[in-house]
């Protein structure tokens, strides 16, 4: 039996080392190179919190500036590449391999340094993925986390961006690893425990507080009557039609486009308490009308959004609070919602071909995923039937004994057939192909799978996926709503017009909707100022969303 | 902005009705009916906790000894119907309707309760779809919770037995629901906070400890030399081929037969450190020769396994544990480990169809889910490759763009074709479809759909169904290893030898195995005794399993 207890021996000496850097538990941000240079470790596995909204930002400025001859070659394992910090540890030799799932602001250095071979990649994954590999495989050594504030003891308040905390923790501190949180303050008692004292090894006090970027936020003055056109159809011809009351919104101005027209088209449509009713979705201000407009029952978050925080506080009767009143976000729960609760993925990309695969990879950028493909899929171990499911699942299903009909996810791709810098959204053959081989991905980095998505909406109509019966009904239906890109101009027009007359193609007058009522005048808010009072005042934009 | 607000004021006041029967935050178990009719209203969404293993059952008994005038018509949510009361309280009009799991030992009373329209059924789910619905539209009034201990302030400690406690807590307590908790004693401080106070709102001091059922342990004497060879030919022609290191196990004699065999049969064969390194498991006494033999390096765990305590805490190297040294289990984070993090999922089942298509539900029983559909498919959303994922993947790929290759999970069933009773396992058409007519369910209780399971092995081969191109040779693969059953003397028996030359059926001695060797003396393990003999006297087996 000797030979057993060497990892727990092991974290207590690291935590023996890091103590000569604390008083206590607590660590003062001067100190934060010297805690990090003696906890760690060479190949440790490290996860850097940080996703596509809060940050560990003052940890890892600490980290970064460790010596790279006593810390080195690290194993990142992490949510989001979003900070230069993130990256400047693999130039600096301090980190040498990276298992993560969503880069934004750092998509093409990362593109650039994989290249370059500075980068040794494990996987670009979806959160609940990686979360679930940190109880398996990748299980971190050290987790370097962010809080609101913590007590003496280390019980943690998150506060409103609970997020990625609670899973990362767990992981590491149930597993013999060492937690050190950064806090903006210390305080004699937390206002809610988020995470137990006894989970957290090293307090430290950060020089500022956390960044946190405000990614959901979508200014309804800059939406398109086109965007308002794609929103109509998609709630009179899927929304309406399907019944669906569980969902899940991506970020683009396509959905927000939907969600300021619940309280007005929708609500003349007679849709009200019959769709949109559930959601696994970040606190939105364009769905602020929705709610005060009694639209909406209830909603579970992945994170906060800034600006958010008093307007969720007074509304607890829709969102998740804590005792202390404010948010309780949760990115795995919310990542589980949206898998296994939601009926429909509705979210945007950069990329289809014609089979329907897509992918927010462009030639240049390794994005990453962050949740999309996971609430993207069609989840085959979900056994609990809804109207909104099943009438999927007839739609799809074309043999086999009625008896063993099961039901599908709605996985639907609202895109205008020319994104920003009129780059046609319609391809042959999807970028991220050529950048995987051209920087040795072993998988390609799809997005949404062909055989997961049921619908893509454009400016030109819906195409119904589900309804399709051959590969070549596919392309054409694809082709259908294509527009002017030179995937839509190479329709064969007679089959076209066929796939309309069987409901797969549906043009907006085929829905009853004129295109010239796409109408600003439809947004039940024309603005951030709008938005803020919908909210009665509550709903604080940050400076950059405010002109006033 | 008036009537914002009620769902907060209305669980304040439901706290403030129960006071009068506490004592603080404590309760005394013969006050739990008093708090109970105090807290409850009709038509209350209730999770009563209770899965396959611990159970809430102080409380079970306290919702069964309500005034049916007073709490009634429940809608229960909860993962497992398991103890008399669970069903007790739908024939007394407590509870009306329910959403659930798992139900093993009252599967049968289940199914007459629902033919006599005693139940109003939501929908049987897997665990971490429940758990997702709980954050979207089925999240609880109340959760009825068990834990170990708990201080005067409510901090709460599950042990090793955490399971699905956590989950439950934060949909309830952070949606404005009221949270009790009954433990086993109340102490001034619990050895580790795996519930954090501000969460728990009444703490009831149970007349005995919690019930929990010994469901993972499996007893080496009673396996048969059948089982044996079965697992032979799994770990040479399955574990073997594809290098399977992350897996997850059902809880058959002929899973724990491979547990067994790994110290035995896969070291000769040189697999030590190639296969079974990770594991999503709970703490079966099965694997301890391979967990002493150094052969497993990590595994998480949905919960715990009855006389496995003190053995985990000596093993911190490879469990997941606390502060305390005790485990730290969490089944919503074990499934999803099973579902993202694992390779393969290999598991029993009572009834295997002609397509592949498995059930657990016979003609009288709606046993329910449990994980099995959960771990046994193909999640869409996975992206990060693995070589036993991508050569499983390229095996299923016929056609398309090379470069969209991508993997897929193994899925296998591992059966005797004739089971308990000499029941046959293979058959024309499963039961389920004809008990989902008979009680009116929407979706025939299927456990594993075809389209997710890649290998079925028997006492007479394997079938990879990987292989197969036709839905005629997935049928003859399945009658090929289907033995003297009515479905495996229907075989085509050229067909099938073709199928075996382009080893799509593999006998025994297409493997190299011979099925005389299949000794029970290959057990590293062969009794109770043993395992105890192998964790040197940690493991303490509960009396049922003593012979000694």
Redesign the interface.
Same mark, same amino acid.
Do not use: I
């Given at each position: @039996?000797s030979g057993?207890?060497?990892? *727990?021996a092991a974290r207590d000496a690291r935590i023996e080392a890091g103590r000569a850097h604390a008083a206590g538990k607590i660590v003062t941000a001067a100190n934060v190179v010297a805690l990090l240079e003696a906890i760690l470790q060479p190949d440790d596995r490290v996860c850097l919190e940080g996703d596509n909204q809060k940050q560990a930002d003052c940890l890892a400025r600490g980290l970064s500036q460790c010596d790279p001859a006593r810390v080195h070659d690290l194993h990142m394992v992490q949510s989001g590449i979003v900070l230069p910090e993130h990256l400047d540890i693999f130039e600096q030799g301090i980190a040498r391999r990276l298992?993560y799932s969503y880069s934004g602001p750092q998509g093409a250095r990362i593109a650039r340094m994989l290249y370059g071979g500075h980068i040794e990649l494990?996987?670009?994954? +979806?959160y609940?993925?990686l979360?679930?590999?940190y109880?398996?495989?990748l +299980?971190p050594n050290v987790a370097l986390i962010a809080g609101v504030s913590a007590d003496r003891d280390g019980?943690l308040y998150t506060g409103p961006n609970t997020e990625d905390t609670p $899973?990362v923790v767990?992981?590491t501190?149930?597993?013999?690893g060492v937690v050190v949180a950064q806090v903006n303050e210390i305080v004699d008692r937390v206002p *809610?425990?988020?995470i137990?004292?006894? =989970?957290i090894d090293f307090v430290v006090e950060a020089d500022r507080p956390f960044y946190v970027e405000p990614l959901f936020t979508r200014d309804p003055a800059a939406m398109t009557e086109t965007q308002i056109l794609m929103a109509m159809m998609a709630i009179k011809g899927i929304y309406a039609e399907y019944g669906i009351?569980?969902l899940n919104h991506g970020i683009g101005f396509g959905t927000a486009a939907i969600e300021l027209l619940l309280p007005t088209y929708a609500e003349r449509l007679g849709l009200k308490g019959q769709i949109a009713t559930?959601?696994?979705l970040n606190p939105h201000p364009t769905l602020i009308p929705a709610i005060e407009s009694g639209w909406v029952k209830?909603v %579970?978050c992945f994170g906060s959004e800034v600006g958010m925080d008093r307007y969720i506080r007074?509304?607890?009767?829709i969102f998740? $609070?804590?005792?202390d009143g404010s948010l =309780?976000s949760?990115r795995?729960?919310?990542q589980?919602?949206g898998?296994?609760?939601?009926d429909l993925f509705i979210g945007s990309t950069l990329q289809i071909d014609l089979a329907g %695969?897509s992918s927010t990879v462009t030639q240049n950028r390794v994005a990453g995923?962050g949740g999309a493909?996971? @609430?993207?899929?069609?989840?085959?171990?979900?056994?609990?039937?809804s109207d909104t499911w @099943?009438k999927a699942g007839r739609e799809a299903q074309v043999t086999g004994?009625p008896?063993? @009909? =099961?039901?599908r996810k709605l996985v639907v791709q609202i895109v205008e057939t020319f994104g920003e810098g009129l780059v046609p959204a319609f391809v042959e053959?999807l970028d991220a192909?050529e950048l995987?081989?051209k920087i040795g991905l072993?998988?390609?980095?799809?997005m949404v799978?062909a055989?997961?998505v049921t619908h893509i909406v454009t400016e030109e109509g819906i195409a119904n996926l589900l309804l399709c019966r051959t590969a070549d009904e596919r392309e054409q239906a694809i082709r259908g709503v294509a527009g002017y890109t030179e995937i839509g101009r190479g329709r064969d027009r007679a089959m076209v017009e066929r796939l309309r007359q069987r409901g797969i193609v549906r043009r907006p007058e085929d829905l009853g909707i004129e295109p010239l009522d796409a109408d600003r005048s439809l947004l039940a808010a024309r603005s951030i100022k709008d938005l803020v009072h919908w909210s009665?005042g509550l709903y604080e934009p940050p400076a950059k969303f405010r002109n006033w």
């Open positions: @039996m057993w207890g060497r990892e *727990r298992d494990g996987a670009v994954h +979806t609940l993925e979360f679930a590999r109880f398996v495989d +299980t019980n $899973t767990e992981a501190a149930f597993k013999n *809610r425990v988020d137990p004292g006894d =989970r009351r569980r559930h959601w696994a209830q %579970h007074e509304r607890s009767d998740f $609070t804590g005792a =309780r949760n795995a729960f919310c589980t919602a898998l296994y609760a939601c %695969h995923f493909p996971n @609430m993207g899929s069609d989840p085959h171990g979900r056994r609990h039937p @099943m004994d008896a063993l @009909m =099961r039901g053959r192909l995987a081989h072993e998988l390609a980095p799809v799978y055989d997961d009665g």
